[in-house]
């Protein structure tokens, strides 16, 4: 019987480490993205025993990178009959501001580079594969700033709603063609306690930002999700949702 892949981006820690956990604990084999080499490894370690993983370090906002991803991709899934059934859009970035005069450009382009154009390509490039394993399904991760703009969220809250119109293109595209296409749906996990929060909190602290106070107390309060709470929502919502419910949604935990 062939092996059934799940690709995540982001999965050296936080909520695509836990996915990662969680689908290699319902018997994928997954295929583990991310910049650092050891904190892929990592995760990879943390996989329940006899499940299978393997790293792909890179970085998916450069155009080689993710060539290079993608054809690393196929070269060790086409040997073995192996299916790439899902493909999670995990991977986030976007540095808080001071304000409209502190966004910084190059952070901008940089947040797009991650949370848009990297989806888009990594997605057109593993539809192939992603076509071969039909019924085969596409998870990106998005985030309520996206409709919530604060102060200082410019390149995260801007890139995230972009990425919440490419998910509405792809499934527009993909609902229109004849071809047996990957179902698509977004993901909205909420507050999530990671280490990337924790980061984005210090960043925001030392901006002045408003809504640290906000974060301070619901992480306090445990008024958030864990990444392992999220993750297991997401796997559900991977493999356990019919067609019918998940092609085109707008999914919470």
């Known amino acids: 019987m062939a092996t059934d892949v799940a690709v995540i981006t982001g999965a050296g820690s936080g909520i695509g480490a836990a996915l990662a956990v969680e689908l290699a ?3 994928l084999s997954v295929a583990l ?19 299978t993983g393997f790293v792909l370090p890179g970085d998916i906002a450069i155009r080689d990178d993710r060539q290079r991803l993608i054809t690393k991709l196929g070269e060790r899934l086409e040997p073995t009959g192996a299916r790439l059934r899902y493909l999670v859009h995990n991977a986030g970035v976007g540095e808080p501001a001071t304000g409209i005069e502190g966004i910084d450009p190059d952070d901008l382009a940089q947040a797009l580079a991650v949370n848009v154009t990297a989806p888009l390509a990594l997605t057109q490039g593993l539809l192939p594969l992603l076509r071969a394993a039909y019924p085969s399904r596409v998870l990106m991760v998005g985030a309520g700033i996206a409709d919530r703009p604060q102060p200082g969220t410019g390149s ?23 071809v047996t296409e990957p179902d698509v749906a977004l993901f909205q996990p909420g507050l999530v ?21 906000y974060l ?9 999700r864990s990444a392992e709470a999220v993750a297991g929502a997401m796997a559900e919502a991977l493999i356990d949702i019919s067609t019918e419910h998940f092609a085109g949604a707008f999914l919470r935990p």
């Open 25 to 27: 604990d319902r018997g």
């Open 33 to 51: 993205i991310g910049r650092r080499r050891d904190a892929l490894e990592r995760t990879c370690a943390s996989l329940p025993e006899g499940a």
């Open 156 to 178: 995260y809250g801007i890139s995230k709603k972009a990425l919440a119109r490419l998910f509405e293109q792809l499934t527009m595209e993909f609902a229109r063609s004849a």
């Open 193 to 213: 306690d990671t280490p990337g929060i924790r980061t984005h909190l210090e960043a925001a602290r030392r901006c002045g930002l408003p809504h640290v106070d």
């Open 216 to 224: 301070d107390q619901a992480l306090a309060a445990g008024q958030s």
